[in-house]
């Protein structure tokens, strides 16, 4: 529960304290669990084409949830009374080898809003933001191991990526009616990544770190609403997860992955007009397990993922609670 | 073999209509910076900054009506300025109605009379709009809690999560946009405030 404000006689003389939130945009908080670890068999990585494969086709599907928020203090809020709050998104993903140690990918979500309030009830539907990816890969063999006999065994496949976001989805300075339209953040962004996996069958641990800048753009409406025209640039973006897996294998040399991962998400203050948006920046904690099923060939692989973040203080500030769903599918292309 | 090619087939038709969807979308992939406001005539009925707020009648968390006409001059309980922010209780409304408590209406205590209204257009009942401020720490509070509850004050003024309203003493509306930094409300505050 949130704490009482005084009424604001009581505020006289007193330290003024600085809030801070997010501009809120339904999508893309989660990063979509994509299939298909280094090795082939799947973990809770990004999209990333195992190593000497072709191509790789990816088709998810997430329902997030929304379960209230954490205000700029980290104390978690309840939504109102009546409120049932829901988000599906459609992921579709291709990852393609561009050299021997060079790949590209791109992603594009369709995402359904579900908004029901005691006295308002929103459906929308767009696509969100997609993204164009390329990953150097900074091994030349593959470093899943069974045994460890030397040095040699214990290197991870390193990945290092950029990730370029399309503001294609719909943000709040398209032409919308409202906020429940949004799919999208509307301005373009600019990861660098890094993906360290290593697996020692049957064992997986994997670290990923993205930082990101999203560009500078001018904003001239605000929900379909014309307005005074002035420049907007969201704060620069962190994002760090942690997993480890556990694979068992069936006679059928066909692989079961169990993935515990572990993510942080952190964005600075937004700047409107260079000056800073005290009102913004967002952090988030969550949890999540993922369940992937990998053919004897490593072809095809099915995936489950659930992503929890606690309704509690202390996991998040200025963002939703949500907990996502996630099914999904990639097919590999030796 | 036919299932990865009905795989891609789909893909390829999907990003195909995603593709066309997009075309209307050129506001963020190529956003303008020009200024697409349309001329308003001063002293007209309307939304927007420059024209005249229509009256409305609102209720309060007492079940009282706030009605705007009261707050402007001539009226039973006159102020110098109303603000409306419309809360639908997300993260970046409480940050803002935060943001107001903490930062705006302290700097111009002892200016003027200022109605500072949050405005519920959400929970649907006055009962629904108490437990959501209340959860929200806004009862008891220099706030006045308004439940818009068939969301006719939102549809007047084209409001969302996040629109700030600003009504000088005459019923002109002064500000009509996204609360952003807070800094054109405070601009606009010292402005009309004696």
């Given amino acids: 529960m949130k704490h009482y404000k005084?009424?604001?006689?009581?505020?006289?003389g007193a330290v003024l304290i600085t809030s801070t939130a997010l501009v809120f945009s339904p999508v893309e908080w989660i990063p979509t669990a994509h299939a298909a670890s280094c090795c082939g068999g799947g973990s809770a990585s990004s999209l990333v084409l195992p190593k000497f494969s072709k191509a790789m086709l990816d088709v998810s599907m997430d329902y997030e949830h929304y379960d209230g928020f954490w205000d700029n203090n980290g104390d978690w809020v309840e939504d109102p009374e009546g409120s049932s709050l829901n988000q599906y998104r459609i992921n579709m993903g291709y990852a393609h080898r561009l050299a021997p140690n060079w790949q590209g990918s791109v992603?594009?979500?369709?995402?359904?809003?579900?908004?029901?309030?005691?006295s308002l009830e929103r459906n929308t539907n767009g696509i969100g933001d997609g993204t164009v990816s390329v990953w150097y890969e900074a091994f030349e063999k593959i470093t899943c191991v069974w045994d460890v006999k030397n040095w040699e065994d214990l290197m991870p496949a390193i990945y290092m990526g950029g990730t370029l976001t399309i503001p294609t989805g719909t943000s709040p300075y398209d032409d919308v009616v409202d906020n429940f339209d949004i799919t999208g953040r509307g301005a373009y962004r600019l990861d660098a990544s890094v993906l360290i996996d290593k697996t020692i069958y049957p064992w997986n641990m994997s670290f990923g770190a993205s930082y990101g800048k999203y560009l500078e753009r001018p904003v001239n409406r605000e929900y379909g609403t014309y307005v005074a025209p002035y420049h907007k640039q969201y704060g620069d973006r962190l994002n760090t997860n942690l997993s480890f897996g556990y694979t068992y294998f069936t006679d059928e040399m066909e692989s079961i992955t169990t993935t515990l991962a572990y993510a942080?998400?952190?964005?600075?203050?937004?700047?409107?007009?260079?000056?800073?948006?005290t009102t913004s920046g967002i952090s988030k904690e969550s949890v999540s397990m993922t369940m992937a099923w990998a053919t004897e060939n490593r072809d095809w692989v099915y995936k489950l993922t659930y992503s929890h973040a606690p309704s509690r203080d202390g996991w998040g500030e200025n963002f939703p609670t949500t907990d996502v769903l996630t099914v999904g599918v990639s097919h590999v292309l030796r | 073999m036919s299932y990865a090619k009905t795989l891609q087939q789909l893909l390829a038709l999907s990003l195909l209509v995603f593709g066309l969807g997009a075309c209307d979308l050129k506001d963020d992939l190529l956003p303008s910076s020009s200024?697409?406001?349309?001329?308003?005539?001063t002293g007209s009925t309307g939304n927007m900054p420059g024209q005249i707020a229509a009256d409305f009648t609102i209720k309060d968390l007492n079940g009282n009506d706030f009605i705007l006409s009261d707050h402007l001059t001539g009226g039973s309980n006159p102020a110098d300025v109303v603000v409306l922010y419309f809360t639908m209780w997300c993260p970046i409304c409480l940050s803002h109605s935060d943001h107001i408590y903490t930062n705006v209406m302290p700097q111009f205590l002892g200016r003027g009379t200022v109605v500072?209204?949050?405005?519920?257009?959400?929970?649907?009942?006055?009962?629904?709009t108490y437990a959501a401020a209340q959860a929200n720490g806004y009862v008891g509070s220099s706030y006045s809690i308004l439940a818009d509850v068939d969301q006719a004050v939102l549809n007047q003024f084209n409001g969302a999560m996040g629109i700030t309203i600003v009504i000088?003493?005459?019923?002109?509306?002064?500000?009509?946009?996204?609360?952003?930094?807070g800094d054109t409300l405070v601009q606009i505050l010292d402005q009309q405030l004696p």
């Fill in chain 2, 35 to 41: 200024d697409q406001r349309g001329a308003v005539t």
């Fill in chain 1, 107 to 118: 992603t594009l979500p369709y995402v359904f809003n579900q908004n029901k309030y005691a």
């Fill in chain 2, 168 to 181: 000088d003493s005459d019923g002109t509306i002064l500000m009509n946009e996204d609360y952003r930094t």
């Fill in chain 1, 6 to 12: 005084k009424p604001i006689n009581s505020y006289i």
């Fill in chain 2, 116 to 128: 500072y209204g949050l405005v519920d257009y959400v929970s649907g009942s006055v009962s629904a």
């Fill in chain 1, 264 to 277: 942080i998400l952190k964005e600075d203050e937004a700047r409107i007009d260079g000056v800073i948006d």
